[in-house]
Each structure stands twice: as structure tokens, then as C-alpha cells.
């Protein structure tokens, strides 16, 4: 059977979400390797300017200007202000002289002005770096380390947003394009991250109803982190119960471990079906103990998800 991630890895532009803490950054993060190591050209970009994504793949301080993490694989973080500054350069050619005030002032200034500025800057940005230059494509996969599963929407519906508002005159024309990006299935998909526990499991269920209303792309997949697998069944903790002391003075701690062990996989079953009743199919990982959270540790993560099957 093919990967799933093999699916997702046909689209051009990943936006990966979640309830905070359910790790959407790892999962990013891990995607990307996947991409990078499938010899995709990927880029991970970050829509936090703290780069979370950046830190669980060692490449030091985040930056707005693309780097190189791995082979074949770069990432940068989304500092609004100078998204609106590159567009001024870009868009509008304006240079840094002819600009009045710091560009950190007019973000702001803007930003009061027009609700909704900061995910209109950040989906162009990434509209930007997925669009063809010169006749060539730089990348050919974006990792989106998105916003929450709470406020993805409001960054997914910028463009649109955007053109319900303003009627004529180039911002709603270059916002289209953005639009067409983001709301065509073929170039962009959804990847949701959830724990098997109620709340984030609600928000995912939630976001994958939400989703096709709201932009017009459905949720590709969903990535099941954190799973406790347990291959303990009854008749088997019960022998083990019944032999504890044969086991040496750790063996009735150990035996008791491996109960609360299976008994926190069980209570995980029904949000997992929950999970895999909701359509989209789902990538389990299982949860790993790590003393750090570095780039190791994400390329454990990678090989998990990795091993998902469609």
C-alpha cells in the first residue's frame, strides 16, 4: 500500500493546523523532512515570526529570508511587517527611501485600519513563494507550520475576504491570485493535527465541517499524534499480575506500569474512531519518549509518520 503521506506530497502548498499542543509544529516540521528526503525542493515556513518549527529542526534563530535546514529542504518565519515591506517593494515598487516612518509604524497603522491585514500579508506571502518566477518553480512543496485550528479559517479566507470587501482596483486583483492558490484542491491541502482526546478531537471534527464551506478545500488528512499502543490484551496482564513476584523486586512496579500502560491506550479507542469516522484518513503516530525535542527527535517523528499507509 502507498504512503499517505505520498498523497499529501501531490499537492504544492500543505497548510498543517491543530489544536495548540497538540504538536502541529513537529508535525510540520516532520512533513517537510518526509518531502525533503522524497527529493522534493520543500521550504517549512512558519506563520509565528518565533519560528517553532525552526527549533525542532536545529537550523539556530528563525529568519524571513529562506535557509537551508537540510538538503533540499529551507525554512523561514513570517515577520508581518516585513511581508508588508517586500510588498511595497514588489508590488508597488516603492523604495525604502521614498517610504515615510518605520515600515513597523505603517504595518501597524494598517493593521488598525483594516482587520483582517495580517492574514491577508501572510497568505500572500505564501502565495508568493509558491508562484512560478522568471518561468521557474523554486519549490515544490510549502510546509505551512499554520495557525491554530481555531484561527486557520480567518488565515485561509483572508484573500477571500478580501474580495467580498473591495470591488475594483489592483489590491482585490492581487488577491485573487492568492485566492486561487489556496482554494484550488489540486495545488493545496489541509493537514489537521490531533491528540486522541476529546477537545482536540471536537475541534478537529469541527474544522474538517467547517473547512469546505468556509474555503472550498477539505482537510487531506488527519495525524493522529501521540498514540499509546498496547499489545496487551487481558489474559496477558493477568499472567504477568500473577507472576509479578517471579520478576525480581521491580516486578510488581513493572507489571503495574504495564496496566496503566494498557489502560491508557484503551481509553484513547473511542476518540480514535471518533477520528476515523470523520472522513478524511487518518496517520497515526505513536507517542515516543525523548529527553530533547531536537532534530533527532523529528526525524523519529518523520520515520512514524512516514509509515502510515493510505
Not at 515598487?93 to 501597524?108: A, K, S
Not at 518553480?137 to 477571500?160: E, K, M, N, T, Y
Request: charged share 25%.
Amino acid at each position: 500500500m502507498a504512503r499517505l503521506v505520498d498523497t499529501f506530497f501531490r499537492r504544492r502548498v500543505l497548510w498543517v493546523t491543530g489544536k495548540g499542543g497538540t504538536g502541529k509544529s513537529t508535525i510540520a516540521a516532520a512533513l517537510a523532512i518526509l518531502a525533503a528526503e522524497s527529493g522534493l525542493r520543500t521550504l517549512l515556513i512558519d506563520v509565528e515570526a518565533r519560528g517553532d518549527a525552526a527549533r525542532f529542526l536545529d537550523t539556530g534563530p528563525p529568519r524571513y529570508q529562506p535557509k537551508e535546514a537540510l538538503p533540499n529542504l529551507h525554512h523561514l518565519a513570517i515577520h508581518p511587517e516585513e511581508v508588508l515591506d517586500e510588498y511595497l517593494r514588489v508590488a508597488l515598487r516603492m523604495p525604502r527611501v521614498r517610504r515615510i516612518g518605520p515600515i513597523r509604524r505603517i504595518f501597524d497603522f494598517i493593521a488598525t485600519a483594516a482587520p483582517g491585514i495580517k492574514e491577508v500579508l501572510i497568505a500572500g506571502k505564501i502565495g508568493f513563494e509558491e508562484r512560478a518566477r522568471n518561468g521557474q518553480v523554486r519549490w515544490d512543496l510549502i510546509v505551512v507550520d499554520a495557525a491554530p485550528s481555531g484561527q486557520v479559517v480567518s488565515h485561509l479566507r483572508g484573500p477571500r475576504t478580501i474580495q467580498e470587501i473591495v470591488q475594483v482596483g489592483m489590491i482585490r486583483n492581487q488577491t485573487a491570485w492568492v485566492q486561487e492558490v489556496i482554494e484550488d484542491p489540486a495545488r493545496t491541502g489541509i493537514v489537521i493535527v490531533a491528540l486522541p482526546e476529546e477537545m482536540p478531537v471536537s475541534e478537529t471534527a469541527e474544522l474538517v465541517v467547517a473547512l469546505p464551506e468556509a474555503v472550498g478545500t477539505t482537510a487531506l488528512g488527519i495525524v493522529a499524534n501521540r498514540v499509546i499502543e498496547s499489545k496487551q490484551d487481558d489474559e496477558t496482564l493477568g499472567a504477568l499480575d500473577r507472576s509479578a513476584e517471579l520478576l525480581g523486586p521491580h516486578g510488581p512496579i513493572a507489571v503495574e506500569a504495564a496496566k496503566l500502560w494498557s489502560e491508557l491506550a484503551r481509553a484513547q479507542q473511542p476518540d480514535l474512531e471518533r477520528l476515523r469516522s470523520l472522513g478524511p484518513p487518518v496517520a497515526p503516530v505513536p507517542m515516543v519518549a525523548a529527553e530533547r525535542h531536537d532534530l533527532a527527535f523529528t526525524k523519529r517523528i518523520a520515520e512514524l509518520l512516514g509509515a502510515a499507509q493510505a
